[in-house]
């Protein structure tokens, strides 16, 4: 009887962690497929021509022709430009939400909605941030709604929650003694608040900035509605249309021409390691910033 | 219990400190008298803390805590004065240390002066050295300024913020429990340090071990249920309690 209890519960041991571990394969597989794939076929045309030279003229293989490789330099730089734009908006909004949440507001009935309402702006599709941006940017001036400008204030909407979030989790791991000293010395409140509590809670804040880029800087519904088209064009302003690395994605994706496609996956590929390299590099600091305040 | 002392430094009338609509401590009078070292005993919850929180206006910066009745420093009641500018003048020694972990020992002790008032580097300089020398850690980190706060021991932690609370030159140096997260040896430190600091600075100390109110304070004042039984000089106290409440608390039949 009890030989049988004690085999049971291993077999039974045994099978939940071959479950649990094909749990983990299934996981692991369509990422691993995914950058192996992207990589294949990205890897390809990857040189520094990519960063340097613009969109070629569309072009496919045929005898007596030799097509342009092109550059994804429109695209790439547009990327840039949206999450410098994008940042520069969400990153001081979603820092401020996030100090008055924590910092401020503590118990206060309003600290929580405002808690509510990142919760619930994190849950806005992006298409419909990027419609609210149409709908906006059209009362205030037509002319720049297919612009870089209201891609970046569409992507502005998407990351402020992330930031916000993000940076109150960070603000509330630095323990409150460190607070109270700093008051205790005489030092003000907002002194105390932004040279002090901000400093230490920083590791926190760089990555919840960080998870922010990297989901802006993948989106691609809200900048198809506002970046317009202009990925052959040289460069233009920011209140122009513009291009981006995901709305080069769909373009050259779709387009009947070898060179294009080709060029597409070559864009998938840098976006995926920017995304990956930004996503390793937050998490690095989020653990550095664990062991710091475990004393280590 | 009604005893009265010329001119005290600090002092405190009918104070009553709450959180939310629990009273913590009810009609606190006491006097805190000019370079001496006042401890502030009594068993766990008795409110010991929140009146030395009173004391800086620490108390206030909890969220529904409030304060009724005056604190006098020399004779002016705290809470007409700016509360910044008071806990310049009432410095605080926590009872688990809290250097800023992301700043040096030299900047953890200049943290007051890059804060408040922006000396000029000479000025920091000896400011610092002369804190960390009055704090009785400098022989041990003098080589060493610009290393973490974090990478001293405990016991020195301690004594680096005590050394910054000097840096801000308080009159009054308020410790809630400084020696609890100790081990003895590092604890002998700081009481030696203590007997050292009255020269300068007129010292509160809040303490549960007895013995240690005993070694380190010149008057006592027990505490039991937010209340304050008895205060005078730490012998009388010890030797001869007037209430028995107090005598029952010292020889250990409670608390």
Request: proline share 5%; hydrophobic share 45%.
């Amino acid at each position: 009887m009890n030989f049988d209890r004690s085999v049971r519960r291993k077999v039974f041991s045994r099978g939940m962690t071959v479950l649990t571990g094909l749990a983990i394969v299934a996981i692991m597989v369509p990422l691993v497929a995914v950058i192996y794939e992207t990589l294949l076929l990205g890897g390809a045309d990857l040189n520094l021509g990519l960063f340097t030279n613009g969109l070629p003229y569309p072009c496919s293989p045929q005898p007596g022709v030799t097509c342009q490789q092109g550059g994804l330099v429109v695209p790439i730089t547009g990327t840039i430009e949206l999450i410098a734009l994008s940042s520069l908006v969400a990153v001081p909004i979603g820092i401020g939400a996030a100090i008055f949440s924590v910092e401020y507001g503590r118990e206060s009935p309003f600290a929580r909605i405002v808690g509510l309402v990142s919760d619930v702006l994190a849950g806005v599709p992006s298409i419909v941030a990027g419609a609210f941006i149409y709908a906006l940017v059209l009362l205030y001036d037509p002319s720049i709604v297919f612009s870089t400008i209201s891609g970046s204030l569409a992507l502005a909407v998407l990351m402020v929650p992330i930031v916000a979030r993000t940076c109150e989790e960070a603000l509330r791991t630095v323990p409150n003694s460190v607070r109270e000293a700093a008051l205790a010395l005489g030092i003000s409140r907002w002194k105390a608040t932004l040279r002090i509590t901000l400093v230490s809670a920083l590791p926190g804040i760089v990555t919840g900035v960080l998870l922010a880029v990297a989901r802006s800087a993948g989106e691609a519904a809200p900048l198809l509605l506002l970046l317009g088209n202009a990925c052959t064009h040289p460069l233009q302003g920011l209140n122009q249309e513009g291009c981006a690395l995901p709305l080069f994605i769909y373009q050259g994706a779709t387009a009947p021409n070898a060179n294009y496609i080709a060029l597409a996956w070559a864009a998938a590929l840098l976006l995926l390691g920017l995304i990956l390299v930004l996503s390793v590099i937050s998490r690095l600091t989020l653990n550095r910033m664990a062991k710091r305040m475990r004393g280590g | 219990m009604a005893l009265s002392i010329d001119s005290p430094k600090m002092e405190s009338q009918n104070l009553s400190a709450f959180y939310g609509g629990s009273r913590a401590i009810q009609d606190i009078n006491l006097q805190f008298p000019d370079r001496k070292v006042t401890a502030i005993i009594g068993p766990s919850g008795c409110g010991k803390s929140t009146l030395i929180r009173c004391l800086n206006r620490l108390h206030e910066t909890i969220g529904k805590a409030r304060v009724e009745g005056k604190v006098l420093l020399d004779g002016e009641d705290l809470y007409e004065l700016d509360a910044t500018l008071v806990r310049r003048r009432v410095g605080m020694v926590f009872q688990k240390p809290n250097p800023f972990a992301t700043m040096s020992i030299y900047n953890n002790v200049s943290a007051p002066l890059r804060f408040n008032s922006h000396p000029s580097r000479e000025v920091m300089d000896e400011t610092v050295v002369r804190s960390l020398k009055h704090a009785a850690l400098w022989d041990e980190v003098k080589d060493r300024v610009d290393s973490a706060a974090t990478s001293l021991s405990g016991g020195q932690q301690q004594r680096l913020c005590i050394a910054r609370a000097l840096a801000a030159d308080p009159e009054v140096l308020l410790m809630d429990e400084p020696c609890s997260a100790l081990d003895p040896i590092a604890t002998a430190k700081i009481e030696d340090l203590i007997s050292q600091l009255k020269k300068d600075y007129t010292v509160i100390i809040v303490t549960h071990n007895m013995q240690q109110a005993a070694r380190v304070s010149d008057f006592t004042a027990f505490l039991y249920l937010g209340k304050l039984v008895e205060f005078g000089p730490t012998v009388d106290i010890f030797e001869r309690p007037k209430e028995h409440l107090t005598e029952s608390y010292i020889t250990g039949r409670f608390g």
